[in-house]
């Protein structure tokens, strides 16, 4: 299983309820918590990045077509009088 906790002395895998390590004797247990805590945090950021930017690419998008079509009709209206 990756949920284990470990020794940070001898990086012995040991099982949650080891208060002490039996190999070392160390009490520097290592929690996988923060491991997972950081990946779901860095997952979810990455997820929030890529959220706005595809907001943030949409948005420019919008504002490049609108003046796009503001041009053509623009140009077309430049041209109707020379008729
Ligand atoms: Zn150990």
Redesign the pocket.
């Known amino acids: 299983m990756l949920y284990k906790y470990h020794?940070a002395?001898?990086e012995?895998a040991l099982p949650s309820y080891n208060k002490a390590?039996p190999?070392?004797g160390?009490h520097h247990i290592r929690s996988p918590i923060n491991l997972w805590v950081f990946c779901v945090v860095t997952c979810f950021a990455a997820v929030l990045v890529f959220k706005l930017v595809h907001i943030y690419i949409e948005d420019t998008q919008d504002t490049q077509t609108q003046p796009f079509i503001l041009d053509v009709l623009n140009q077309d209206n430049t041209h109707a009088p020379k008729k």
């Open positions: 020794c002395c001898c012995e390590c190999k070392c160390s």
